[in-house]
């Protein structure tokens, strides 16, 4: 942490700071500038919080130097994680997609689309069966009859599963059915779910806020790194701006940003990140194409009569054509689509 | 809602659309322009998905006319909402102010902030027992311990009091406690949160997320709304922008535009608003000359020594400056602040 | 400037970046934290550029400490600027309106709206002669006709004139018509315009970009003060950001920010800044309460008939309405409104 | 366009409406909902303005149909744009890299650069000569001296020239050096440069704003499609949002919405996109994967001494990877490098 002192602070002012960075059982390092005093802190600054020293008189400005995060940085972890969902690696050389309904609707709707994204491909199987709709009129989800039918697909096609948890309390029971248990955009810092995951033994899949930065994104998989849990695979999905034309941003930048500064794996969901059918192809290739360990996309047989996100679903045709072109460009990159 | 076909459309794509339309008991429209054939949809718009028309081969574009929320609607109740708060009203003539420290720390930092906050006009008391905190490593509240305390500077001086609930089984045990239950910026739209409060019979404080639209933020409170709860209050404090001065953009406009579309009362929180105590004062005038209901301001009896958010609290002498500044706005715009 | 050495720099990378220090002139200055490496730059960093020390091998990253501008910066001048426009002063107590219509489109259009605002207690008369448009279909302003018109108008009511200058090559004959040169939104990087403007002897209202932080409007007032026009006045008039209910969003913060910052004056325009006419009185009295030094809106005789802006721009009725209102709140502020 | 009314509009306000319709040359359609009453309009919305009608009485809402762009529209022209630069096809199947230093320093230093990127792929050569840079105190450029520099290198390498133009003046100068005149970010809706550059013979580069919608970004393009020059080449080069570990967002999700909406090419500058060298590489493959025509990427011999951008400029050896990596990719999505 650095400290800087106003333009026209007195030798006083600086002795106060000095003292209380002494009293935070940390060591002050004093350096005159032309213009201004600067005080580096010496010692681990995230045990203490920022404002316990921008506040006294006189300081125009403190800088933290370290990351908050720490399990989380490469710093701490050399290499990159790999994820072990139901026998799927997450994170090493392969691109692993994962596809399916947004929301469980039926038995049949669901198992038509797990063979189909399963011969096309797809090695985990997503669906809803809770839903955090924006509207209170919307299809709220099956709930645990959507866990059961999913516990029934994952039977009937080896494919292991995801889906989202939505609070505390619901841990342990989308647990006993999930393989992956996602957290949603909206709950990226539900910090009681959060710490609710971090005591289980499945993997998770971190799925960032609309507007997360991309240290609030690690501080939230600190959450369950601390807590215990190891297994987090983070999940790029869009970020709100001006932009019009898609419903979020896809922000691509942030994978290989993730890729340098954290050991987790990284994939991208273009169905939410774009909200756009029409766009889903180009940008899974461009996800691909600049790092990112795979995909999560949303497949319906009938994307015009689906409960939810019909606009940005994928018909099993499509889909198909999506894996064909993704697994190129993979190839081009040094990695494969197994 | 209205469909748009694409420009080269032909007549049996506009009669696809058309039966879908009827199929889902809607009433079609049709309207032939120079370039684009222009389909009207008759009846209630909200009960129908957006995507179930759009994605019908040749829809160039679907647009919704009706707002998405209904109950919150000025349209549904032409009349300011009043709501009240342990006797307090929010939503009338006067402004009310709400104060106290972001988190609660100890007996003593309470009751002195408490007695402090009184003394120099707010009617309702603030402050956090459960604290959603960035990081894992922070201080995240004293839990039930807090609530209790809240509870005793209640008895002490009489202000009401308003604190966070962070998920849906802890909202029994905060209704047992608090007078007003806040809903945080990031469970804004925590679905199952939203349903849990919409079943208690005490008022909500309802957040505006930080990339929250007016829509998403009225459909929020309708959940609220819809589910059995009319005592809402909104509350703007900043959203998430490029600007880097504030912490946060906080966005003044949705003050009156809320007031044209719904008639729910809106306060302001500048604290969180713009991060930074020498702002909050300016920003506090503002948000009443643009018509707010009342402010929610951090209080710290020490705030470089504040467990949290000691960056954007007031000593309670600049608090009572507060006060007294507002006071002369409220009755510039034809209010009071009793 | 701060250089955070990487957690594996190695002594040698250390002594690289000490040496490149010396070579530009400046003073390094070390500090050995617990795990980084910490070198202060003593001297004018501003005379560097922050990659040409954050390129050297095992450079984690490079913070400057000093601000960028120096003769906008309120350490350079402590007292608040005031701008004289054509005998009116812009900065001090009084809180200036600046009002009239979007474009000049006829001179019965422009002199009802003259003598309209004079009458409601307006004190410069603003008009557009060139129109900066988005589509090149649209109207784009009458030119020199039109600065012909906006002198007419003033010779009439005495009202001094404020007006859009759109690049290099007009500068000269603007400022032969105009009391105060307008530097629009799009054009505050336009550095060949600035460095023009700040060779004459006229004052520039230069107002700040969608998508602008602090720094850089600043630093486009810095080539106005250093090329030698010190008579600048800034504008606030609405942001880029994801809300979907303004056609900008008016960012008031910066208000009080500039206020800390810089010794010059800012205005708001609110006309701009919301894109609606029903959000502008009220926009207006927030302006005044958190600081600003005047207003600068649009009024047209009848805005269903503009030829550009209709939905942003006042009646006379109206605009007489907002200037009375913000008599009141100017006054409750300790300011006044002439 | 279609004209919403308010629930509570009268018959004599929609009569209204309808006859301001017919006076501007249009022909009204009703249609009666349950809850409001919808008014299509029939004609060139394109000659009229929206609020011409929003601000009738009781008009809740006017949404356009038609996009306001025509000649950059691909209804207007099906099949791509090819555009030749200097012999060089933008917009075909191939995929053209176009590379050189931010600024033309020296002539050792561009001669250097134009042969190294020449022997690694690179069809074009860029570099400034006029720079627009936030501060003044920093390097503007050679000027004309950087023109003449820029053409000897052109002689000895044979790679046609993109460099950029600021302001209406000095388009015939650029013109006289350059193949390919770029219109910078900041430029992007300044319309006299705009008009300028469409009396011109020459191929227009169009980078987007950091903060211009899709809408906004083909307008600019349609001034200089309508002025007379369809040469154009549009440019994604970032967006500002709230994201930090990049200097602005590149936004690639626009590489396929305008693939959709226009015939233009569209190429992609990830250093600006970024203004991180260690993400060149990788946004570059993310760019070619989801479509975009070609990139322009700023190399310099030695960055951390460049005069501007080093940040975010690669290494003739990073460079030469970076072709080499994008070929495989261009190759997988079915398109070459030659």
Redesign the interface.
């Known amino acids: 942490m650095?400290i800087?002192m106003e333009?026209h602070a007195r030798e006083e002012d600086i002795q106060h700071v000095v003292s209380r960075i002494k009293e935070l059982g940390l060591t002050p390092?004093l350096?005159?500038?032309?213009?201004?005093t600067?005080i580096?802190v010496?010692?681990?600054e995230?045990?203490i919080?920022?404002?316990?020293?921008?506040?006294?008189p006189h300081v125009e400005?403190v800088?933290p130097?370290?990351k908050?995060y720490k399990l989380a940085s490469r710093?701490f972890k050399q290499t990159d994680s790999i994820i072990d969902v139901a026998g799927v690696k997450v994170g090493g050389k392969n691109v692993v997609v994962m596809a399916g309904p947004c929301s469980v609707e039926t038995e049949e709707q669901l198992m038509i689309t797990a063979d189909a994204v399963k011969a096309a491909g797809a090695l985990l199987l997503r669906g809803g069966a809770y839903k955090?709709?924006?509207?209170?009129?919307?299809f709220?989800g099956l709930g645990e009859d959507g866990l059961k039918l999913l516990a029934k697909a994952r039977e009937k096609t080896g494919l292991g599963i995801v889906t989202e948890v939505?609070?505390?309390?619901d841990v342990d029971l989308v647990a006993d059915y999930a393989d992956l248990l996602q957290v949603g955009a909206?709950?990226m810092?539900?910090?009681?779910?959060?710490?609710a995951l971090s005591k289980i033994r499945k993997p998770i899949l971190l799925k960032r806020?609309?507007?997360a930065?991309?240290?609030?994104f690690l501080?939230s998989a600190?959450?369950l790194l601390?807590?215990g849990n190891d297994q987090v695979i983070l999940c790029e999905r869009g970020?709100?701006?001006?932009?019009?034309?898609?419903r979020n941003?896809?922000?691509?930048?942030?994978?290989?940003?993730v890729k340098?500064l954290s050991h987790l794996p990284i994939i991208v969901d273009p169905s939410h990140g774009?909200g756009r059918?029409?766009?889903i192809l180009?940008?899974s290739?461009?996800?691909?194409?600049?790092?990112a360990d795979g995909l999560i996309v949303e497949v319906h047989p009938n994307?015009?009569?689906?409960f939810?996100?019909?606009?940005q679903s994928l018909t099993p045709a499509v889909f198909q054509q999506l894996v064909m072109?993704v697994k190129?460009?993979a190839?081009?990159?040094g990695r494969s689509l197994s």
């Open positions: 650095i800087v333009a390092h350096s005159q500038g032309v213009e201004r600067i580096g010496i010692g681990d995230r045990l919080q920022k404002d316990q020293l921008s506040l006294l400005n800088i130097i370290l908050p710093d955090p709709r924006t509207s209170p009129y919307a709220q939505m609070e505390s309390p909206r709950n810092q539900n910090t009681k779910l959060l710490r806020n609309f507007s930065t991309l240290n609030e501080m600190e959450y601390s807590g970020i709100r701006t001006f932009v019009e034309y898609t941003t896809l922000d691509l930048n942030i994978v290989p940003a340098q774009t059918h029409d766009l180009p940008m290739r461009a996800a691909i194409a600049c790092g994307p015009a009569k689906a939810s996100d019909g606009d072109e190129a460009v190839n081009a990159v």
